[in-house]
């Protein structure tokens, strides 16, 4: 169950965060902030190996155990790189179901095809926070999905 | 081909409205029918440089970004490829297309020289546009020798 969901922008500000206990809000937005450093490094290490072709998805990030919160999550952070270098970070609470990698894809090309969608809506002007009821449900849809 | 038929006359329309608006054009007022339509194919570019590379692993170079441009925008919008693509390796490069659906309705020859341009600030707006998306600042012009051939220079602006 993805516990918060964020679309940052290349600049690196958010244009889209949202997480699902809200009284932790805070600490999830710190955590996807730790996680761009992580991103960045895997974006700048792939480059560099000169592999053939690199891949949108960056798979996990790092996971850590909250023992200081009860009940203890086993908090699970996955990265997604667009083309247009805007960021996709979810993190996941697996305590209760290990989510296999393909679920996590799958859950990012939704967001990817939904961000798509957003850029394209000609109401919308791309840099500004994204405000779409769409994009909104979609994202509800992921949170409440695996339980 | 319909669906090709539909987008050419919207762009004629689009043209041709942006230009009698200013129906007594003093340098000031062409100039900014232009920088309306160059803008409109700004937003165009923007939104297909996230759709189009969608399912396309990430662009490793520069060159890699112009080539996609060159094919899949191509494809995606005229049906068909550019003819060529020269780069001096410094930032810039030359697009060419030799019969650019846009113009091909029009003369071949150089009848219309003079009208020509305006049919190109679209596709110069899109071509920044998808760059831009893709993370690429650039400067696009267009020239014509003689229609349908036309060529777009794509000027990378180092920051």
């Known amino acids: ?147 | 081909m319909a669906d090709a038929a539909l987008f050419e006359f919207l762009h004629t329309e689009m043209v041709a409205e942006l230009w009698a608006h200013h129906s007594d054009p003093g340098p000031g007022g062409q100039k900014m029918s232009l920088c309306v339509l160059e803008g409109m194919g700004f937003r165009v570019g923007q939104a297909l440089g996230e759709r189009l590379p969608q399912e396309t692993l990430a662009f490793r170079e520069e060159l890699d970004v112009l080539k996609f441009l060159c094919k899949d925008l191509w494809v995606a919008v005229f049906q068909k490829q550019m003819d060529s693509l020269r780069t001096n390796h410094q930032g810039t490069y030359v697009l060419q297309d030799n019969s650019f659906p846009l113009l091909i309705r029009m003369a071949s020859g150089l009848q219309y020289l003079e009208e020509a341009p305006k049919f190109l600030t679209f596709t110069c707006g899109l071509l920044r546009g998808t760059l831009s998306t893709l993370g690429i600042k650039s400067l696009v012009t267009a020239s014509v020798a003689s229609l349908p051939t036309c060529k777009f220079q794509v000027v990378i602006q180092k920051t």
């Open chain 1, 1 to 147: 169950m993805a516990v918060c969901v964020a679309v940052i922008a290349k600049e690196n500000y958010p244009l889209y965060i949202r997480s699902s206990p809200t009284e932790n809000e805070l600490k999830f937005h710190y955590m996807v902030h730790t996680s761009l450093d992580v991103v960045d490094e895997k974006i700048s290490a792939m480059g560099k190996a000169l592999v053939d072709q690199r891949e949108l998805y960056l798979g996990l990030l790092y996971p850590t155990e909250d023992h200081k919160v009860y009940p203890s999550y086993l908090l699970c952070r996955y990265g997604y790189v667009t083309n247009s270098k805007v960021k996709f970070v979810m993190v996941v609470d697996s305590s209760n179901t290990a989510l296999r990698d393909n679920e996590i894809r799958s859950m990012f090309r939704k967001l990817h095809s939904s961000y798509t969608d957003v850029m394209c809506n000609p109401f919308y002007n791309p840099g500004d926070r994204i405000q779409s009821r769409a994009f909104d449900s979609m994202v509800t849809s992921m949170m409440v999905q695996v339980c």
